[in-house]
């Protein structure tokens, strides 16, 4: 007699081949098209498969293996038979798919439930994204494939193969901590940066939210000159810049999460009020701003390889001042770098105090040196939106980032 787990593992295979036979069928009713299985037929695969692993396992694993090769065939026939008939749409995804429907019979019955939903729940979101995928996929360009290249040699490739231990005074230089930040900063930006391609650039207060992920500052700079040329956009633009700046706000307690969480519970409410005063000043702006629908100016994909080599030799440059700084002149020495630092990247000093305070450096000096280059870094778009804005457009930016930093520095003498 069928154990009644055996009879559960195969409801979930039948369940799970459907959920995908649902989406073909989907497909195919939409494109009026021909596909070789639909809402009946991968149901049928998924119990083939689990049946195919129930016998290998209680007769003989041939079994099994013999499913896997007739389903290969099948699907193989199947493909040669259908772009004969239609050679305009040529593919294979939906074959592909069924080879793997197979396969999640075979795990549901062998009770790998979760790895089996998974697995279905990605095809399914897959097949069902095959037109954003494709038009995704046309708004890339050469250079954003190379950039993409790259970093997945920088990630997945270089980063493995590098010593974890520390090396000169103090041991403050450690290559795969310094290329693990690399890593994880061009992450961010690169992540903004497909987003923004995802969903487009048209929309500037979207644009300036996804933009902020990528460079504020960079951001800031294109609004200001774009606030000369169309000066009756003063204000959405302000908003843009505002947006962008809340965006860092969120970057920091994003990255300060990431590395170091009892520093997070320290820094955690005066960035939060930060944002929160940001959200005022957008809030107020949104309300009298006007809804436009134009092109953000190109920021550039994030990741480029030298950037990248620069940003990784910066970092470790700021890790070690700020080392020697709190050695040699205390929590002083530390606000001073974070100050100079905030000026050109905020991100090095986030990252450089988030790991310094899990050893010698104090939960309070970290996070008020990552507030201080915070507030240098926003004092540095102010002026960026000063010199290059028009004169509304400077005047919301300035009074905004004003207050702003006034509170930063009010939280610091407070919390």
Avoid at 107 to 121: N, P
Avoid at 140 to 153: C, G, H, M, N, S
Avoid at 367 to 394: C, P
Wanted: hydrophobic fraction near 55%.
């Amino acid at each position: 007699m069928v154990d009644v787990s055996v009879m559960q593992n195969f409801l979930v295979a039948l369940a799970l081949g459907a959920l995908i036979g649902l989406e073909r069928e989907y497909a195919r009713y939409r494109q009026r098209g021909y596909e070789f299985a639909g809402i009946r037929t991968f149901p049928l695969i998924s119990l083939f498969g689990a049946l195919c692993a129930y016998l290998g396992d209680s007769v003989s694993i041939w079994i099994l293996l013999i499913g896997m090769m007739i389903i290969g065939m099948l699907t193989v026939i199947a493909y040669f038979t259908i772009n004969k008939r239609m050679p305009q749409d040529v593919g294979a995804t939906t074959e592909v798919a069924g080879i793997l429907t197979f396969l999640i019979g075979a795990l549901s019955y062998y009770q790998e439930i979760t790895f089996a939903v998974i697995l279905a729940v990605t095809i399914a979101v897959i097949l069902f994204a095959r037109s954003i995928l494709h038009s995704f996929a046309k708004k890339i360009q050469k250079q954003e494939i190379a950039d993409t290249l790259k970093f997945a040699v920088v990630a997945f490739v270089i980063l493995p193969f590098l010593p974890n231990k520390g090396y000169g005074p103090f041991e403050v230089f450690n290559p795969f901590l310094i290329w693990l930040i690399v890593v994880f900063i061009s992450g961010i930006s690169f992540a903004g940066y497909i987003i923004m391609k995802w969903f487009g650039e048209r929309g500037l207060r979207i644009a300036a939210l996804l933009g902020g992920l990528v460079s504020s500052t960079a951001l800031t700079t294109s609004f200001a000159e774009r606030s000369m040329r169309q000066r009756t956009l003063h204000q959405t633009l302000a908003l843009g810049v505002i947006l962008a700046n809340g965006m860092m706000f969120v970057r920091i307690l994003v990255e300060v999460f990431v590395l170091n969480r009892d520093l997070f519970l320290v820094i955690v409410l005066p960035i939060t009020i930060l944002t929160f005063l940001t959200a005022v000043f957008a809030y107020y702006l949104w309300k009298q701003s006007k809804v436009i629908k134009e092109k953000v100016s190109e920021l550039g994909s994030p990741f480029t390889l030298g950037p990248a080599l620069k940003f990784g030799v910066y970092f470790a440059i700021v890790l070690a001042l700020i080392k020697l700084a709190e050695v040699y002149f205390s929590a002083k020495g530390v606000y001073a770098v974070s100050f100079l630092s905030g000026f050109a990247d905020v991100d090095a000093v986030i990252v450089s105090l988030s790991q310094l305070a899990n050893d010698s450096l104090s939960q309070e000096t970290a996070r008020n040196g990552i507030i201080v280059a915070a507030l240098t870094n926003i004092a540095a778009k102010g002026g960026i939106a000063y010199w290059l804005g028009s004169k509304e457009f400077s005047k919301i930016v300035v009074g905004s980032f004003g207050i702003i930093i006034a509170v930063g520095l009010l939280l610091m003498v407070v919390l």
